[in-house]
């Protein structure tokens, strides 16, 4: 049971299929503290992607002999359930999630103060409930927001996005017909405090100025991504300061 | 591993533009390249980059085409970190790491569409050539993808097919060979970045205190058709875009290492 | 001296709450002469130094410290304990018991078994090893009778209050013993349940309000109150 491959992806408008600008990105919703048992989590929807995040540790390391005795080692686990693709794809790691597992914790670990916590383990697990192409950045996104929940000290929260080239047009954020079909895309993670690209890949054709031209639109994605995710951080806590002025106001009110 | 004192020698000297081994910034190590040294393999080729030695065997074998490109070969690539390479590599499953150089091998030859695939077809929908592309890491002295993208190419181009009818439903060897149809030349162009500087095809020791590595796949007319970043750093987005220049240029240069026009 | 957000505003890893002569304080990280926040919270600045009170955040080991753990381990010489901290604690035979530990006559799991909750102080902790437990103070040793809540441990400074002010505030009150262990975990006794159950339920209050001013008062009020309606329920089936 396949999808049938749409003619064109672009109108002569520059409309994409599912109605967005050229650099429009697909809209983003972040909930954060969603697992119980997790020290941080979180879960993300953007487009039709829906991703989980959950971070356990500080904690431990099992088994003993990889544990850094000048700091805290981050373990990434990027997978995909076999449900979250056209079609079901097998539980067991592929190569693909192999490969984003390790870019996805390099890209993460620079934001960690991992020397805080000497000869431990930091968990983190991202799982792909549904794909529909840019599975890494919205994982990351999340990812990040998972961590901050945790308390782990960061150095600044990583947001990502991917941009790229399709029907000859630069776009922004691809969702997974865009990407098999177009001619380039190419996932991007950034931390605004450091002026830090932490994920970089590609996997298409552009020339040189189409590279930076590319590289700018998704540095504006992730920018966006950013603001999502401090608001998604702060919403968790906000609820508490609101009752209190309420609470404050009715007393204020009663005397 | 590196002493701590020759790794702060190491980093220091890159901070004022000079490597350990006299090399520029940009320069690349010395390059050997042999090809069709294992016969039995329908193309191979041995690269030597510095001390870093990558061998890539091709084998062909008959399959099934993917569902979306019924017409169309079907490429493989697949890395060995074997342990007699280094001291850090164990025997068992590939890990991350070969896994990684082989799916950024893979990326450089099919996104620039190196190989014809098109021309690998046997039977429309049914039996297509399948091109397995294995690196096998003989030394680990730094840079292993730009090393093994080299010989990949270069055993690639050394390729040949054997010629063949297809006769009620049966594929028949004829005599002769021809070579594998190849249209692009892909060439990965690696760099390690220390704060601010960045160094072109880092070795071992470099690669042991860099902050981060950014490999950029360049095709024949200078398009970028492969990118990884690499390592717990980062780049600045401007160090990203002086990279793919200097990219380019000197993919063009290692081409013509193995590429005779 | 630029500061970029106002007192007890909420902030993000990241955010940049300070330039130049500042000091970075609890949650807070200098680079280049820029503060920034690295954990989700409250920021305060107070004379030169911003500092962000943690909405979430683990307890880490700081010698001295009181913590209540529970035993997960018994091995040859002493007992391994979960504090809720990012490492395991150790209590060697010779910090538990008061006489030189005899291996062959000493039965450790007789003297404290894996499940048993403690109340311990921190002895030695660095940077290259697990932190050391003792019970040998007084007041210290295997908890027996009474109920144990967990909070976050950001939160148990305003349990103890300026002075002790909230936690003498709440014996007084509820008539019940309170242990406070620095990792989060407290230890409430008291001679019935129903006295325990309001001291729970004024340490909740505590743990969902410690950001806000007043709050001693607002739980002095709300544990009379919950009292003073059990008085008239009494009264009332009394008379019936």
Redesign the interface.
């Known amino acids: 049971m396949s999808q049938k491959k749409p003619e064109k992806l672009i109108d002569e408008n520059d409309v994409r299929l599912d109605g967005r600008k050229l650099d429009e990105m697909r809209p983003i919703k972040i909930e954060v503290g969603v697992l119980g048992n997790a020290d941080g989590s979180a879960y993300i929807e953007q487009g039709k992607n829906k991703i989980l995040a959950a971070v356990y540790g500080p904690r431990e390391v099992h088994p003993k002999h990889l544990a850094l005795p000048d700091r805290a080692v981050l373990r990434c686990r990027y997978h995909m359930a076999p449900f979250s693709v056209e079609e079901r794809k097998s539980p067991a790691p592929s190569r693909r999630e192999l490969e984003l597992s390790k870019v996805i914790r390099e890209c993460l670990e620079p934001s960690i103060f991992t020397e805080y916590y000497p000869r431990t383990s930091i968990d983190l697990f991202i799982e792909v409930l549904q794909a529909d192409g840019g599975t890494r950045c919205a994982g990351i996104t999340v990812a990040s927001v998972a961590l901050a929940d945790a308390g782990i000290p960061m150095r600044d929260l990583v947001s990502a996005c991917a941009a790229g080239k399709v029907e000859g047009r630069l776009v922004l954020d691809l969702t997974d017909v865009e990407d098999k079909a177009g001619e380039a895309d190419m996932p991007l993670a950034y931390m605004p405090s450091a002026n830090a690209i932490t994920l970089l890949q590609m996997d298409g054709m552009l020339t040189g100025e189409e590279f930076e031209q590319v590289v700018n639109l998704a540095l504006e994605g992730c920018k966006q991504a950013g603001q999502i995710q401090k608001e998604a951080l702060r919403a968790k806590y906000v609820v508490v300061k609101e009752t209190e002025a309420e609470k404050e106001e009715a007393e204020a009110g009663e005397e | 591993m590196a002493s701590r004192v020759r790794q702060k020698r190491v980093a220091q000297l890159i901070t004022h533009g000079k490597r350990l081994d006299g090399r520029g910034l940009t320069d690349y190590r010395e390059v050997q390249v042999e090809a069709g040294l294992i016969e039995r393999a329908e193309g191979s080729a041995r690269v030597r980059l510095g001390k870093t030695e990558v061998l890539v065997g091709v084998k062909f074998e008959m399959g099934e085409p993917f ?2 490109t019924p017409n169309e070969g079907v490429l493989t690539v697949n890395a060995e970190l074997v342990p007699l390479a280094s001291p850090t590599f164990e025997p068992g499953p ?1 890990d ?2 070969s ?2 150089l ?2 950024v091998v893979d ?1 450089g030859i ?3 569409k190196a190989i014809a695939t098109e021309e690998l077809c046997i039977e429309p929908g049914k039996k297509v050539f399948v091109v397995f592309v294995d690196v096998y890491v003989l030394n680990h002295d730094g840079n292993l993808i730009d090393a093994s993208c080299l010989a990949a190419l270069a055993a690639l181009l050394n390729t040949k097919m054997f010629n063949y009818e297809v006769k009620e439903g049966e594929v028949k060897i004829k005599p002769g060979y021809k070579p594998l149809p190849i249209r692009n030349y892909p060439v990965a162009v690696t760099f390690a970045k220390f704060n601010d500087k960045l160094v072109v095809d880092p070795w071992l020791e470099e690669e042991q205190v860099m902050d ?1 590595r ?1 490999t950029m796949t360049v ?1 024949k007319d ?16 401007e160090q ?2 002086e990279a ?2 200097i990219a ?1 240029q000197k993919a063009e240069e290692q081409r013509k290492l193995v590429v005779k026009e | 001296m630029p500061v970029f957000y106002e007192r007890r505003q909420l902030v993000t890893p990241g955010d940049l709450l300070a330039e130049n002569d500042y000091f970075a304080g609890e949650n807070t990280h200098k680079e280049n002469n820029r503060i920034y926040a690295t954990r989700v919270g409250l920021v305060n600045y107070e004379d030169k130094r911003v500092y962000v009170v943690a909405l979430k955040s683990f307890y880490v080991p700081m010698v001295g410290d009181t913590v209540i753990g529970k035993v997960v381990e018994v091995t040859l010489g002493g007992w391994v304990l979960d504090i809720r901290a990012p490492y395991l604690a150790m209590l060697r035979a010779s910090d538990a018991l008061e006489r030189p530990f005899k291996p062959q006559k000493d039965d450790l799991p007789s003297l404290f078994d894996v499940g048993d909750m403690l109340i311990a102080k921190i002895v030695a902790y660095d940077r290259t090893r697990d932190p050391l437990l003792t019970v040998l103070e007084r007041g210290l040793g295997k908890i027996t009778r009474g109920q144990l809540i967990e909070i976050t441990p950001t939160k148990i400074p305003r349990v103890i209050g300026k002075q002790g002010s909230m936690i003498s505030m709440l014996k007084q009150e509820t008539g019940c013993q309170i242990i406070i262990g620095q990792n989060g975990r407290i230890l409430i006794s008291g001679k019935s349940p129903e006295d325990e159950r309001l001291a729970v339920m004024a340490i909740r209050k505590i743990e969902q309000e410690a950001h806000t001013s007043g709050l001693t008062d607002r739980v002095t009020e709300m544990l009379k109150k919950e009292k003073g309606e059990k008085e008239v329920v009494k009264n009332v089936t009394e008379e019936t």
């Open positions: 569902p979306d590939p991350e790491n896994v990684e082989a799916r990326r099919r996104e620039s981060a950014l095709e200078g398009k970028i058709c492969a990118i990884q970043k690499g390592g717990y750093g980062y780049f600045t987005a990203v875009f793919s220049k380019q």
